[in-house]
T-cell receptor, first 112, second 116 residues
């Protein structure tokens, strides 16, 4: 069964304290892995797409990496404005072309 | 500015009532999607449409219906058959998926539906 698991469920950091969020997946025919940021009461905001193992993408304090079984979202020297829920999704291949499977998210809180 | 507009932001449904959630996009995207988000759960796909006048059921389509008469619009009706409709509903759109393309989905800001 296709599945996406994110850990931890919640993460509290002090401002400037770097850490990583994990997204592990089992899916047949992975065609892409996506990271989103979601603020309370808002829709998810697209951050990154990763296609193949070894790939890395960066945006400001965020860096996403991908292996054959998991992806990490590294947050370097976070600021309070980085507080949000981070969602990971994988794109199925085969008959469900294009459809995404989402993890439950990691809620990040960054305290000043 | 291009984007996805969902309305209303909040919606209340009475017992036995059908309600329709609006989703409009001006991104010239071919594909549109509806998801349901419940506390502590990942987004779950309700329906999706890759082109006008065509749509497919997602993982939790029971109690919902959709139409795709225009490229820009993909309304979702929550019918009285949906016994647990209270949730946050998200609409998304993307360029059409192809054999070699992996287009990200972009989301609206959601409609929160509650039972009266």
């Amino acid at each position: 069964e296709d599945q996406v698991t994110q850990s931890p469920e919640a993460l509290r950091l002090q401002e400037g304290e770097s850490s990583s969020l994990n997204c592990s997946y089992t899916v047949s025919g992975l065609r892409g892995l996506f990271w989103y940021r979601q603020d309370p009461g808002k829709g998810p905001e697209f951050l990154f797409t990763l296609y193949s193992a070894g790939e890395e993408k960066e945006k400001e304090r965020l860096k996403a990496t991908l292996t054959k079984k998991e992806s990490f979202l590294h947050i370097t020297a976070p600021k309070p404005e980085d507080s949000a829920t981070y969602l990971c999704a994988v794109q199925r291949g085969g008959g469900s072309q294009g459809n995404l499977i989402f993890g439950k998210g990691t809620k990040l809180s960054v305290k000043p | 500015d291009g984007g996805i507009t969902q309305s209303p932001k909040y919606l209340f449904r009475k017992e036995g009532q059908n309600v329709t959630l609006s989703c409009e996009q001006n991104l010239n995207h071919d594909a549109m999607y509806w998801y349901r988000q419940d506390p502590g759960q990942g987004l779950r796909l309700i329906y999706y449409s890759q082109i006008v006048n065509d749509f497919q059921k997602g993982d939790i389509a029971e109690g919902y219906s959709v139409s795709r008469e225009k490229k820009e619009s993909f309304p979702l009706t929550v019918t009285s058959a949906q016994k647990n409709p209270t949730a946050f509903y998200l609409c998304a759109s993307s360029f059409r998926m192809g054999a070699s393309s992996n287009q990200p989905q972009h989301f609206g800001d959601g409609t929160r539906l509650s039972i009266l």
